[in-house]
């Protein structure tokens, strides 16, 4: 057990929500969003995707099994802030290290529990993903100091997020297999590990490398990866992929990844009300009507209106809301998907997703 500590989060739309404290003491500032998924919490509270973010947790009880660093999807805790109904003191799991609140803890991530989780998840469903606000400390908050200071804060979708959580220097994975370049805007591990798995070598680059010096690693193929913020602010990134396509380089998007392909195919990219977060979001395959359930984590999306190139189809879309989860070029080896096929967690029934690209990097013509 720990002492207790005073918790407030505040939104923009002027709504506050009292709790108790777990995890670091401080103040943050994020965009408030939600994750639906009953499990996985350690590889949410690691995903780059959520830099930015004060995430809360949907499912009511949260840390039960612990902290294990094997389910990292990146080095360290990610998010702003954490959001949860109830915070589990005492952990039971074989493979736990640590509790969530001493984890968070020591990462400096602030966490806020006992508030009504359901409800505030209706609030940003219905308004809309927003700023907010959030602190703990050992003493009373002044919510009302919190109220207008919110106004006030900055969107971090504003910043070139991938520009923050990129790796500095290319890393290698041994593989005896195809090559494959990944290009990092917040890679989650589970994807460098679905393509060692298949005996492919992965070299993991920053997103700032051009596409002279990808091309220079002699791939046979390049994943542009999940990532947080808005890919209208990674121009770079996008002017690379495009050259990328233009030389014939067999070329998969994931998530983020997906939003950048679609950029550098001529189509546009909007930011939906609150986002696909969790692992129980539905998509058809509109080649086959087949249904799958996925894992995502996303707030911005493709604009189907404007994939009006004949030579791009959308492959799959949302059962929920009909938005673009997939698309593909009818005579490039060039797709993506907004939900990510390595799970992690999540359900792997979208995993062949990885085999069709190693078809394509055999059908792939790249020139250098």
Same mark, same amino acid.
């Given at each position: 057990?720990?002492?207790?500590?005073?918790?407030?989060?505040?939104?923009?739309?002027?709504?506050?929500?009292?709790?108790?404290?777990?995890?670091?003491?401080?103040?943050?500032?994020?965009?408030?969003?939600?994750?639906?998924?009953?499990?996985?919490?350690?590889?949410?509270?690691?995903?780059?995707?959520?830099?930015?973010?004060?995430?809360?947790?949907?499912?009511?009880?949260?840390?039960?099994?612990?902290?294990?660093?094997?389910?990292?999807?990146?080095?360290?805790?990610?998010?702003?802030?954490?959001?949860?109904?109830?915070?589990?003191?005492?952990?039971?799991?074989?493979?736990?290290?640590?509790?969530?609140?001493?984890?968070?803890?020591?990462?400096?991530?602030?966490?806020?529990?006992?508030?009504?989780?359901?409800?505030?998840?209706?609030?940003?469903?219905?308004?809309?993903?927003?700023?907010?606000?959030?602190?703990?400390?050992?003493?009373?908050?002044?919510?009302?100091?919190?109220?207008?200071?919110?106004?006030?804060?900055?969107?971090?979708?504003?910043?070139?997020?991938?520009?923050?959580?990129?790796?500095?220097?290319?890393?290698?994975?041994?593989?005896?297999?195809?090559?494959?370049?990944?290009?990092?805007?917040?890679?989650?591990?589970?994807?460098?590990?679905?393509?060692?798995?298949?005996?492919?070598?992965? =070299?993991?680059?920053?997103? /700032? !490398?051009?596409? &002279?010096?990808?091309?220079?690693?002699?791939? +046979?193929?390049? @994943?542009?990866?999940?990532?947080?913020?808005?890919?209208?602010?990674?121009?770079?990134?996008?002017?690379?992929?495009?050259?990328?396509?233009?030389?014939?380089?067999?070329?998969?998007?994931?998530?983020?990844?997906?939003?950048?392909?679609?950029?550098?195919?001529?189509?546009?990219?909007?930011?939906?009300?609150?986002?696909?977060?969790?692992?129980?979001?539905?998509?058809?395959?509109?080649?086959?009507?087949?249904?799958?359930? =996925?894992?995502?984590?996303? /707030? !911005?999306?493709? &604009?189907?209106?404007?994939?009006?190139?004949? +030579?791009?189809? @959308?492959?799959?879309?949302?059962?929920?809301?009909?938005?673009?989860?997939?698309?593909?070029?009818?005579?490039?080896?060039?797709?993506?998907?907004?939900?990510?096929?390595?799970?992690?967690?999540?359900?792997?029934?979208?995993?062949?997703?990885?085999?069709?690209?190693?078809?394509?990097?055999?059908?792939?013509?790249?020139?250098?």
């Amino acid at each position: 057990m720990h002492d207790a500590l005073y918790a407030v989060l505040v939104l923009r739309d002027g709504s506050v929500w009292k709790g108790t404290g777990f995890g670091a003491t401080g103040k943050v500032t994020g965009e408030v969003v939600f994750n639906t998924g009953m499990v996985g919490y350690t590889q949410s509270v690691t995903d780059c995707s959520y830099r930015g973010q004060i995430l809360c947790q949907t499912y009511p009880l949260v840390g039960n099994y612990g902290v294990c660093r094997r389910e990292f999807e990146s080095d360290r805790p990610q998010i702003q802030g954490y959001v949860v109904y109830e915070a589990c003191r005492n952990p039971s799991h074989y493979t736990s290290e640590m509790r969530l609140h001493e984890w968070l803890k020591s990462n400096g991530i602030p966490g806020i529990e006992g508030i009504d989780t359901r409800e505030l998840t209706k609030t940003l469903r219905v308004e809309g993903t927003m700023m907010g606000i959030l602190e703990v400390s050992e003493n009373p908050i002044d919510a009302g100091r919190l109220l207008g200071e919110v106004k006030h804060a900055k969107d971090p979708n504003l910043r070139d997020l991938v520009g923050e959580v990129t790796i500095k220097n290319e890393l290698k994975y041994a593989g005896n297999g195809r090559k494959v370049v990944v290009i990092d805007c917040g890679v989650k591990l589970g994807i460098v590990k679905s393509r060692v798995q298949r005996g492919v070598e992965v =070299t993991r680059v920053p997103a /700032g !490398y051009s596409a &002279d010096r990808i091309m220079g690693l002699n791939p +046979d193929g390049v @994943i542009i990866s999940n990532g947080p913020g808005d890919p209208k602010n990674v121009p770079y990134l996008v002017r690379t992929v495009t050259n990328l396509i233009e030389r014939g380089m067999p070329t998969l998007g994931i998530c983020l990844g997906n939003q950048i392909l679609g950029l550098a195919l001529g189509c546009d990219t909007y930011k939906m009300k609150f986002g696909h977060r969790g692992q129980n979001h539905p998509v058809m395959d509109k080649a086959s009507g087949r249904c799958y359930i =996925t894992s995502q984590n996303h /707030g !911005y999306t493709i &604009d189907p209106d404007s994939v009006t190139d004949k +030579d791009v189809d @959308i492959t799959f879309v949302n059962v929920n809301d009909g938005t673009v989860e997939g698309i593909t070029h009818k005579k490039l080896p060039v797709f993506g998907t907004q939900f990510h096929p390595e799970a992690s967690p999540g359900p792997v029934e979208t995993k062949f997703i990885f085999d069709e690209f190693i078809k394509k990097m055999g059908s792939g013509n790249a020139k250098g």
